[in-house]
């Protein structure tokens, strides 16, 4: 089905923040001109670059092609909040300035919206795969995500650390909803406003690499991994405790204990020591409703967690990629088998690379 015949070619606002960014921004402007979908604007933010101008050389050698605006210094999480003051655009569109879109990334997002019941497409957003690359985008590698029932996307992104907040469509009124990106968070922003829109709204997977994120030294996750694990801890830690026991049974397809007994190994392995020690005592705090059976499940998931933080996790910048991702199939193996999950669709499929 057409887009126009469904949503009336609604605008999509492409938003792009950027700080210091004059080495990728180009190609990341250059990717959302050449959008298919043509009811678009470009909204360019410049979070208090100190390159010397020139992010903003790049940024206005553009010209009417985009809208340009500037501001002080003050986190992704407030460039894009400036940005979303002054969209005109129906939907919300975010572009990191070193990353691209796919042409066709607007185009397939919409017509997957037309798709969904006339019901739920206002309260429906629309996420996708993508693929991640270093030099040449054309050797990107792909991250595939299993869809989830939107009733269990909540869970999916507390077990799993895989959503791509570029790929997502998310119409402007869901803002008015639930808010705006927490300007006091400057790494996890992004889950934060996921988390919260995901209590109101459908998150819809469309089964395509519509993004090719840039991996490379200068991330805000790598030059700010102390923030992230500070920031990072304490989101997993917020959003185990407001997960309702109805959504962690649904999503889990398990007893409680190895629900939050799944959300604590994962929160281990990935380094999250403090949240995964939270909500361990959640899992045993669960010891007088549980069968003999989950508590060993239980029992070994917190195990595999734990051991992947304090051994692999130490190991993880000395071991090969190759090895790497032996070690991480293992460990994800392990934990399935012992879970005996019936939810295989809760599991991203990441093919040796780093998160941004």
């Known amino acids: 089905m057409a887009v126009n015949e469904v949503t009336d070619r609604p605008k999509v606002s492409i938003i792009i923040p950027v700080f210091n960014g004059s080495d990728f921004l180009a190609e990341a402007i250059d990717s959302a001109l050449a959008q298919t979908y043509r009811n678009i604007e470009i909204v360019v933010v410049n979070d208090g670059s100190s390159d010397e101008g ?146 109101r709204y459908r998150f819809v997977h469309l089964s395509q690499h519509l993004v090719l994120a840039r991996s490379h030294a200068l991330q805000g996750t790598r030059s700010m991994s102390t923030t992230v694990q500070i920031e990072g801890n304490a989101l997993m830690s917020k959003f185990a405790a407001e997960l309702s026991e109805a959504e962690l049974l649904h999503a889990s397809r398990q007893e409680l204990i190895v629900a939050y007994a799944t959300i604590a190994s994962s929160l281990w392995y990935r380094g999250y020591a403090s949240a995964g020690w939270q909500v361990t005592t959640r899992t045993f705090d669960c010891l007088q409703r549980a069968s003999l059976l989950g508590l060993v499940k239980a029992i070994n998931l917190v195990l595999i967690g734990v051991v992947g933080c304090y051994v692999m996790t130490p190991l993880r910048r000395r071991i090969p990629v190759g090895v790497r991702a032996y070690l991480r199939r293992m460990f994800s193996r392990a934990g399935k088998d012992i879970a005996s999950s019936s939810n295989s669709g809760l599991r991203c499929c990441v093919h040796d690379v780093e998160q941004k």
């Open 54 to 199: 020139a992010t903003e050389r790049v940024a206005r050698s553009y010209g009417g092609r985009i809208r340009y605006f500037s501001k002080a210094n003050g986190g992704v999480a407030s460039a894009l909040n400036l940005a979303i003051s002054k969209m005109s655009g129906e939907y919300f569109s975010w572009l990191s300035h070193d990353d691209l879109y796919t042409a066709d990334k607007i185009e397939r997002e919409l017509e997957l919206l037309a798709s969904v019941s006339a019901a739920d497409r206002g309260r429906s957003i629309v996420y996708s795969d993508y693929a991640v690359f270093t030099n040449d985008p054309s050797q990107a590698i792909p991250v595939v995500m299993r869809g989830v029932e939107p009733e269990c996307f909540r869970y999916w992104i507390t077990v799993e650390n895989c959503l791509h907040g570029c790929t997502l469509l998310v119409p402007r009124a869901a803002f008015e909803d639930v808010g705006l990106f927490d300007e006091r968070l400057r790494t996890t922003q992004d889950y934060d406003l996921w988390f919260r829109l995901a209590a």
